[in-house]
Structures are given as structure tokens and as C-alpha cells.
């Protein structure tokens, strides 16, 4: 009775997916292109599963970055299909992008927009490296196909001074009540709210634009609540904790944290890199406005004070991504503020950046020390954040382990058309799998064991089962297509 209320409940989202092409995968999330691996401060030999260290970014690879030059002024992502403005020259106010966009012509095309920061941020790639200066820098894009300017160092600006404006605004106000845009900086590797007025002569800040067209879905989630504490996004293939499990941790011990969780019957948690736990932020939603954190109301976020011990604050989240950024590179990692990004200035505490910016604190310190303040802009570094972890939702997988001796049931090719192998499994003894439809009634029960472990669908009209592995200490289900 209680495996057919689990699968009720599973095929109950599943059936709300028709058409599976047009509803899974519409917002693919392109990978980081990190491929080095880290400790706390230096690069480091790849790490095994088990050894510290292990899960970060590097150990696990999604969709590669692929782009193609259309040598129209135009390039293509070829994961996310989103066309680009190859080129930025000048700087705009956020008023005139929107009329420069409605009016381009670019590559013979009139569909041009200003992009969502979800849409610009998909461009990021964490092989970049923020340096000291323009000539050590290496831009958080790929430069082989999109030029990125950096700051006119001569009329005083920084060289860092490059950002990119998207169509985002914040719900709220940043620093002393401004009126602020979100943005990518492809320079220093952030998201940060801006001001959209210069504060002190109120005229309208100008800054850069890449402006985008196709894939209107892309940065469109689509949560499923699956009942037992995870939430699936269909559009990514990501299911995700819907509740962080309240407890702060250094870099470190939330990498360690997320592979050993087991929870909701599933043991292939991670911790997710910088873009996909960008995915999951709510730009809709901010503390000042919606008394909430940014993200849906589906998931649950524990409430922190803020430094100054205020209530109605939320925490900022680890993610796997190590950031090049500053005097010791290795030393940071990327987290998203998923409440206020927060900093003193001139002795007041502030929120400077707004609540989905993306930052980044030292992978690790000493507690007492923390929170504390750092930069321009005061920045609050807490240093010892807080985990959701994610796993790929069976049978769309957008990130792969890069260990195939890895103990989880892996099916494949998934979808099927008639026999797929089954990874993971003991050599030592037959294993009971059943295929379960969208009824939870078993449709055929096969004993598989070495050597060939496969399992046939032959026969089966084309649909979303679940197959269900009778381990004896536990049972393990994947969902799996058959075309």
C-alpha cells in the first residue's frame, strides 16, 4: 500500500508533464568550464570520492560550452539556443537599451531583446580569473567568440569597471534607496545589483548591454513538488532539498556534507555549482518586499539575523565553484545571496547589492571571526554558509559524475528504445527489478546479474516508468523514458 501511494504521488507531477520534448530541458543550464581542482587555497591533483575535497565543481561535468560563429555579428549558444550579440561598443542607459533593442537589425533579425539576468548569466564561465589588473585578467566569458571591454582605466575608471546590465530589476532598493538593475560582471565574476541613477547627480547611469533573441523559455523554471521533501524543476532536470537542514559550514565541510547525504531514498546528492544554484533564485521575490528569500515559496529557508542582529534576514549558499578572485585566488568560493547582499557603509549596514547577487567569501576561517566586512562597499562575509543540495533527476541527466565506478544505479541510454544496461550494480548476486507504470502497476519483473546486466523494455508502449531495484537492505527507483 505505501509503495503505491509513493508512486501516486510520483506519477502524479510526471502526468503533469505532455510532451515530454516541449516540457523537460527547456532551460539547460551550460556548464562552468571549471576543470581545475581546489583545496582551501591552491590547486590541487584531482580529488577520489572519499577523500576531502571531493565533489567540487571540477568532479562533476554538464553541458559543455559550445558556441558557433554565424559571421553575421551573431553568435549562437548551442546548448541553451540563445543568439548573441557577438559585439559591446558603447554604453547605454537602462531606458535606451530597451528602444536600441526594439529597433536592431543585427543579422537581418527584429526579435532582439535586452536579456534577463538568468539569460546573462548563462554566459559565465568560472575559468575565468579576476587579476589585478587588465593585463593578467582573464574574463568570466568566452573570448574566442564574444569580445568583453574591460573599465577605461584613463578616465578613471577601474578595470573592472565593464558590467553588463540585463532587463532584471530589484523589487527593492540597494544602498541609500536607488533604484537598481541587476547585472553580470564578465570581468570580476559577480552579480550585483546597480544603481540605474548616478546618486549623486541623479542622471541616468549608462553601462553595457549584449543583447540577446530565441529560447524565450530559457530561465523559466518548472517546480514540482514531489511530496517527500525534494522539488524537481522539469525545465532544468534538477531536483532539488526543499529545505536547507539549518547548520552553517566552511567550503569544505559543505562539499563533505553534500556526498554524504542521504535523504529522500536518494544517495547522489552534490553541491551545486554557481549556475545551477542560480537556476533556483526567485528574482520576484526579496526580504524588503515579499518578507521572503528569493526564492519560490516551494522551498523552505531557515531565517538568520543579520550582523547586527536584526531578524528577517536569509542565508547565503555555498555552491561547488571555486572564484579566481583576488590576492589569493584558490581561496574563495562562489555563493548566492538568496537574502539581502548585505555591507556597511560609512558605518551603516546596508543592502548593497540585492538579494540574488552572486559573490564570493573565503572557503574557510575561524568562526569567531565572522561575520565581518570587506571591500568598498563593506560586504558582509559570513564565511560559514548554508547547503541545498541537488541531484539530477532520473532520466535527465544534465551533469555526470566523472567517476564510472561510482556506487549509483545508473541506467542508460535513457530514454530507451529496447534494452538498456544498468551501471552500479553487484556482480555477486541477481537483483529484482520491477517496471512500474504510470499507475504504479508492475508491468514486468525481471533478475538481473552478471555479466550482462540489462534490462529489456521490449514490448512496452512509449511512456515514463519507473524501475524500482530490489537491493534487500533498501530499494532504489529510476525513472526512465521509453520512445
Request: net charge negative; glycine share 8%; aromatic share 14%.
Amino acid at each position: 500500500m505505501m509503495k503505491m501511494k509513493y508512486y501516486a504521488i510520483l506519477f502524479l507531477f510526471l502526468s503533469f508533464v505532455k510532451g515530454i520534448d516541449a516540457q523537460f530541458n527547456s532551460y539547460k543550464i551550460v556548464d562552468t568550464d571549471v576543470i581545475e581542482y581546489y583545496n582551501n587555497n591552491s590547486v590541487i591533483t584531482k580529488p577520489e570520492q572519499g577523500e576531502a575535497f571531493y565533489g567540487q565543481d571540477a568532479n562533476y561535468q554538464g553541458n559543455k560550452p559550445s558556441y558557433t560563429n554565424n559571421n553575421d555579428g551573431t553568435i549562437t549558444d548551442n546548448v541553451t539556443g540563445l543568439i548573441w550579440q557577438q559585439e559591446m561598443v558603447e554604453k547605454y542607459s537602462f531606458e535606451d537599451a530597451f528602444h536600441i533593442a526594439d529597433t536592431m537589425t543585427l543579422g537581418g533579425h527584429n526579435d532582439w531583446r535586452v536579456p534577463t539576468i538568468k539569460e546573462l548569466y548563462s554566459l559565465i564561465l568560472y575559468s575565468g580569473k579576476t587579476g589585478t589588473s587588465e593585463s593578467n585578467a582573464i574574463p568570466y566569458i568566452n573570448t574566442d567568440y564574444f569580445n568583453q571591454p574591460f573599465g577605461d582605466t584613463e578616465s578613471g575608471e577601474r578595470y573592472i569597471d565593464a558590467q553588463t546590465w540585463s532587463s532584471t530589476e530589484y523589487l527593492s532598493t540597494t544602498m541609500n534607496g536607488n533604484e537598481t538593475v541587476f547585472g553580470v560582471n564578465f570581468v570580476d565574476g559577480r552579480i550585483k545589483g546597480y544603481p540605474k541613477y548616478y546618486p549623486k547627480t541623479a542622471q541616468l547611469k549608462e553601462m553595457y548591454f549584449r543583447m540577446v533573441r530565441g529560447n524565450t523559455e530559457y530561465g523559466n523554471n518548472n517546480f514540482i513538488d514531489n511530496g517527500d521533501g525534494t522539488i524537481s524543476d522539469l525545465a532544468t532536470g534538477l531536483m532539488w532539498q526543499q529545505a536547507d537542514d539549518g547548520n552553517t559550514r566552511n567550503w569544505e565541510d559543505a562539499l563533505e556534507y553534500s556526498e554524504n547525504l542521504q535523504y529522500a531514498g536518494y544517495t547522489d546528492w552534490r553541491l551545486p555549482n554557481a549556475k545551477e544554484l542560480h537556476s533556483i533564485v526567485d528574482y520576484t521575490r526579496c526580504p524588503d518586499i515579499t518578507n521572503s528569500p528569493a526564492i519560490n515559496a516551494l522551498f523552505t529557508t531557515t531565517e538568520i539575523n543579520d550582523p547586527e542582529g536584526n531578524p528577517g534576514q536569509y542565508p547565503y549558499f555555498w555552491t561547488s565553484t571555486t572564484h579566481l578572485d583576488g590576492a589569493t585566488p584558490e581561496s574563495f568560493a562562489v555563493y548566492i545571496a538568496f537574502g539581502e547582499a548585505q555591507g556597511k557603509m560609512n558605518e551603516v549596514l546596508l543592502d548593497v547589492h540585492g538579494a540574488g547577487a552572486q559573490r564570493g567569501d573565503p572557503k574557510t576561517g575561524i568562526p569567531e571571526d565572522y561575520p565581518s566586512f570587506f571591500g568598498p562597499q563593506g560586504d558582509v562575509r559570513y564565511v560559514f554558509n548554508y547547503v541545498r543540495c541537488v541531484r539530477d533527476i532520473d532520466g535527465f541527466n544534465s551533469i555526470n559524475n566523472d567517476f564510472e565506478d561510482r556506487n549509483v544505479i545508473r541506467i542508460s541510454p535513457n530514454p530507451v528504445n529496447d534494452k538498456a544496461v544498468i551501471y552500479g550494480l553487484s556482480n555477486k548476486s541477481a537483483i529484482k527489478a520491477e517496471i512500474f507504470n504510470i499507475n504504479g502497476t508492475t508491468i514486468k519483473t525481471e533478475f538481473i546479474k552478471a555479466p550482462i546486466q540489462e534490462i529489456s523494455f521490449s514490448g512496452l508502449e512509449s511512456g515514463i516508468y519507473i524501475v524500482s531495484f530490489d537491493l534487500g537492505n533498501e530499494q532504489v527507483h529510476r525513472q526512465i523514458v521509453k520512445l
